[in-house]
């Protein structure tokens, strides 16, 4: 199993309140991603890292931001939560970003925002 | 734009028997990469297979095999003698050689398995 952790695992907050999501590694592998998962989307793509301190947006960034100071350590930050932001997220990671490069990925965190 | 499609909300096997999950797909890039991923009740990905679009051969991992149909633009997950474990969602999913490094999944299909 990739060495994966997301931290929580489960939150529940409340509109206008930030959040912070943390993933952590312990593969050394350069890229990172966020992605949520709601019902009858699969999975979308919201920031990923291609580096310490190269991040980019994906496909649905809106109202969040993220961050990366070490290899490890990816952050996805929600900075005034909404209710349509209660979704589960993951975190993935993969070694070099190629074509053929499969992205593993963590538990997941549940996010309710009331 | 990348796209993929599962038309299957839902299937159900018998134990034993073997399933076909369906996962079609659309880009412009010759230059591509499918993958299958299992999510169990748990609610964990597990990656199932890759397969390139530069492959001349069918993936195969275990009891999974990829039927890749380039020119119908399809790519299905082939499940042998299921097991009760093999309930779960599966998502296909794609990359594309150029752009930023986006997975673009389907919407997934449920299979349950029955003794």
């Known amino acids: 199993d990739a060495g994966i952790t997301q931290s929580p695992r489960h939150k529940v907050t409340e509109t206008g309140t930030p959040v912070t999501l943390r993933c952590h590694q312990t593969?050394?592998?350069?890229?990172m991603y966020w992605y949520r998962q709601d019902p009858g989307h699969g999975l979308r793509l919201i920031h990923y890292?291609?580096?310490?301190?190269?991040?980019d947006k994906g496909e649905v960034s809106d109202g969040y931001s993220v961050s990366r100071s070490k290899t490890e350590d990816f952050l996805l930050t929600l900075e005034s939560a909404t209710s349509s932001q209660t979704s589960v997220y993951f975190c993935?990671?993969?070694?070099?970003?190629?074509?053929?490069?499969?992205?593993?990925f963590g538990p997941g965190t549940r996010l309710t925002v009331l | 734009a990348q796209k993929i499609t599962q038309t299957q909300p839902g299937m159900f096997v018998q134990e034993k028997e073997a399933v076909t999950l369906d996962c079609t797909y659309d880009t412009s890039d010759p230059s591509y990469g499918l993958f299958w991923y299992k999510q169990p009740s748990s609610g964990e990905m597990i990656f199932l297979i890759y397969?390139?679009?530069?492959?001349?051969q069918n993936a195969t991992e275990g009891r999974y095999s990829l039927n890749f149909q380039k020119a119908r633009k399809s790519a299905n997950l082939v499940i042998s003698a299921s097991q009760l474990g093999d309930s779960a969602m599966y998502f296909c999913a794609m990359r594309e050689a150029t752009g930023f490094q986006k997975l673009v999944f389907g919407t997934g299909t449920r299979l349950l398995v029955s003794p």
């Open positions: 890292s291609y580096g310490v301190k190269d991040t």
């Open positions: 593969e050394n592998h350069r890229y």
């Open positions: 993935a990671i993969s070694e070099s970003g190629g074509l053929v490069d499969t992205q593993y």
């Open positions: 397969q390139g679009s530069y492959d001349q």
